[in-house]
């Protein structure tokens, strides 16, 4: 049956506060719209009761797998007391199997007046294995019971891209990037089933946030890629619709291209992702200058010819590059490959881009790429990220109204579990650029994005990060019926109030998934 929405407001996002009455739905498709809600037979009007409705809301950098698992599991994210985290740990462990992995998330020691704990303080609470993931999930702290499991002591090297931190010589725990992920390649192995949950699971919180879709990254992780994809199959369909855009890690994608996966309207193809540089917290983002708390430059995953040839890598598959970077050096270097290697068709992917310079920028927007931007970094790097990177190079940190000001599309995303998956939390702090606790005036404001724009971010904006809008972000005649409805309008909410703002509905596919208000 034809489905009318009306008595909103409904804005399309074409245009900054442009609006209709109503639209009518038939089947997943959107077959008209109106500047006044018409009289029409054999048609169920679904009354949306003064609630504002949005084309579908989608996240472009997440990790669907990695926040089912954040969610089900052990996660510290939350926690402001190492007392909690102990016990947690020790209740975890209590009757763990020996041979098992206890990986714990969310670990954040900005939130323990900067107490860092190492494996010292694990091995006085357990002698099982025991990873703890830092929320970046570019360090983690692991105790002595899995460095003897890989056989690895003081004396160990670094190796290219990962990074042993050691205190007078001595392993204190602490694990970054490549030396981290070859420790998790072993411990996080997933059977399908198992997978199955933690997307499904994922899945569900996510429509309950207002996202239709995500652009996810998790086919290097979890044993065999296919599991995972199988995974997604097992939870998505037509009956229980979602849409995800699959980034494909280096390390899979020649296996991944081979493979015969059934991609569709739900599941679509994407680029190829690898990582240029680390994270902000543990101080592996690269960047150009030192870092003003510590004596170091970060840390490069590959040397610039090796990155080039990631570049060259996804040009002879003619595909397009994802690549993540935090620091400006980092962004240089990525920038450098794609000119050395420019794509064939379609739009490179810069993820992230935090701290960037001026030349940067100019050069991002001559090379026609896309980026993938987290607000959510903004509410949990500031105040510590001045003292870590100094204030000179604040003025072009996050800068995400300087990229839309140069054009360059900029799609919303959380990098969930790191940050929250609410895209209403990330549309605030894009907008007011501080955690809804900070009781300063924002950080760096001169970046900060109108309510319109931080919406756009996962409307508009995502769409073209997906090359699809002509099917999606925005509410037009013959465009897919993916629409998020929420409680209140956010254009007239006070700023200061919009990470409150609920979601009252999650329509996929012209289905309404999620129903909070009995909308009808």
């Given at each position: 049956?034809?489905?009318?929405?009306?008595?909103?407001?409904?804005?399309?996002?074409?245009?900054?506060?442009?609006?209709?009455?109503?639209?009518?739905?038939?089947?997943?498709?959107?077959?008209?719209?109106?500047?006044?809600?018409?009289?029409?037979?054999?048609?169920?009007?679904?009354?949306?009761?003064?609630?504002?409705?949005?084309?579908?809301?989608?996240?472009?950098?997440?990790?669907?797998?990695?926040?089912?698992?954040?969610?089900?599991?052990?996660?510290?994210?939350?926690?402001?007391?190492?007392?909690?985290?102990?016990?947690?740990?020790?209740?975890?462990?209590?009757?763990?199997?020996?041979?098992?992995?206890?990986?714990?998330?969310?670990?954040?020691?900005?939130?323990?007046?900067?107490?860092?704990?190492?494996?010292?303080?694990?091995?006085?609470?357990?002698?099982?294995?025991?990873?703890?993931?830092?929320?970046?999930?570019?360090?983690?702290?692991?105790?002595?019971?899995?460095?003897?499991?890989?056989?690895?002591?003081?004396?160990?090297?670094?190796?290219?891209?990962?990074?042993?931190?050691?205190?007078?010589?001595?392993?204190?725990?602490?694990?970054?990037?490549?030396?981290m992920e070859a420790m998790l390649e072993v411990a996080s192995i997933e059977d399908e089933a198992s997978l199955t949950g933690h997307v499904e699971y994922a899945v569900q919180q996510f429509t309950q946030a207002g996202l239709t879709g995500v652009h996810t990254e998790d086919l290097a992780y979890y044993n065999d890629f296919k599991d995972v994809l199988n995974a997604y199959q097992n939870v998505i369909n037509k009956d229980n619709p979602f849409r995800l855009n699959i980034l494909r890690h280096t390390d899979v994608?020649?296996?991944?291209?081979?493979?015969?996966?059934?991609?569709?309207?739900?599941?679509?193809?994407?680029?190829?992702?690898?990582?240029?540089?680390?994270?902000?917290?543990?101080?592996?983002?690269?960047?150009?200058?030192?870092?003003?708390?510590?004596?170091?430059?970060?840390?490069?995953?590959?040397?610039?010819?090796?990155?080039?040839?990631?570049?060259?890598?996804?040009?002879?598959?003619?595909?397009?590059?994802?690549?993540?970077?935090?620091?400006?050096?980092?962004?240089?270097?990525?920038?450098?490959?794609?000119?050395?290697?420019?794509?064939?068709?379609?739009?490179?992917?810069?993820?992230?881009?935090?701290?960037?310079?001026?030349?940067?920028?100019?050069?991002?927007?001559?090379?026609?790429?896309?980026?993938?931007?987290?607000?959510?970094?903004?509410?949990?790097?500031?105040?510590?990220?001045?003292?870590?990177?100094?204030?000179?190079?604040?003025?072009?940190?996050?800068?995400?109204?300087?990229?839309?000001?140069?054009?360059?599309?900029?799609?919303?995303?959380?990098?969930?579990?790191?940050?929250?998956?609410?895209?209403?939390?990330?549309?605030?702090?894009?907008?007011?650029?501080?955690?809804?606790?900070?009781?300063?005036?924002?950080?760096?404001?001169?970046?900060?994005?109108?309510?319109?724009?931080?919406?756009?971010?996962?409307?508009?904006?995502?769409?073209?990060?997906?090359?699809?809008?002509?099917?999606?972000?925005?509410?037009?005649?013959?465009?897919?019926?993916?629409?998020?409805?929420?409680?209140?309008?956010?254009?007239?909410?006070?700023?200061?109030?919009?990470?409150?703002?609920?979601?009252?509905?999650?329509?996929?596919?012209?289905?309404?998934?999620?129903?909070?208000?009995?909308?009808?």
């Open positions: 049956m034809l489905e009318l929405y009306f008595n909103g407001p409904i804005y399309t996002m074409k245009h900054d506060n442009e609006t209709v009455q109503a639209v009518l739905v038939d089947g997943n498709r959107i077959k008209a719209i109106y500047q006044e809600v018409p009289e029409l037979k054999d048609v169920k009007y679904i009354d949306l009761n003064g609630k504002a409705m949005f084309p579908g809301f989608v996240d472009t950098h997440i990790h669907l797998v990695g926040t089912g698992i954040a969610l089900r599991g052990v996660n510290f994210k939350d926690d402001d007391d190492i007392e909690i985290i102990i016990e947690k740990i020790r209740n975890a462990t209590e009757n763990m199997d020996d041979g098992s992995f206890l990986i714990c998330e969310g670990y954040n020691e900005n939130q323990l007046d900067g107490y860092k704990i190492t494996k010292d303080d694990i091995d006085a609470i357990t002698d099982k294995k025991v990873i703890i993931k830092r929320v970046c999930r570019h360090a983690a702290i692991v105790n002595s019971s899995v460095f003897e499991y890989f056989n690895i002591n003081d004396n160990v090297a670094d190796m290219p891209g990962g990074h042993y931190e050691k205190v007078d010589g001595m392993l204190n725990g602490w694990v970054h990037d490549n030396a994608i020649e296996d991944v291209v081979q493979y015969h996966f059934d991609y569709n309207d739900y599941f679509r193809p994407d680029a190829m992702k690898c990582y240029a540089d680390g994270a902000l917290g543990g101080r592996t983002a690269l960047f150009s200058e030192p870092y003003s708390d510590e004596d170091t430059y970060g840390l490069a995953i590959y040397t610039p010819d090796e990155l080039a040839e990631q570049v060259k890598k996804a040009r002879d598959l003619d595909i397009n590059i994802a690549v993540h970077m935090i620091g400006d050096k980092a962004v240089e270097m990525v920038l450098d490959a794609i000119e050395a290697h420019p794509p064939r068709s379609g739009r490179d992917r810069l993820i992230h881009v935090s701290f960037l310079r001026e030349d940067l920028i100019e050069r991002m927007a001559r090379l026609n790429i896309i980026c993938d931007i987290q607000p959510m970094f903004v509410a949990s790097d500031f105040p510590w990220a001045i003292e870590r990177v100094g204030t000179s190079r604040i003025r072009y940190s996050y800068p995400w109204k300087s990229l839309l000001d140069k054009g360059i599309i900029c799609g919303g995303g959380s990098d969930s579990p790191i940050e929250d998956f609410r895209p209403m939390s990330g549309i605030a702090a894009a907008v007011n650029r501080k955690a809804a606790e900070d009781k300063s005036d924002g950080y760096n404001m001169v970046e900060a994005l109108s309510v319109f724009e931080a919406i756009s971010l996962y409307t508009t904006e995502a769409a073209k990060v997906a090359d699809n809008i002509s099917e999606y972000g925005t509410i037009e005649e013959g465009k897919i019926a993916d629409f998020t409805i929420l409680k209140e309008d956010p254009f007239k909410v006070d700023r200061l109030q919009l990470h409150k703002v609920e979601v009252a509905g999650t329509v996929i596919d012209g289905k309404m998934i999620y129903n909070a208000e009995n909308i009808n």
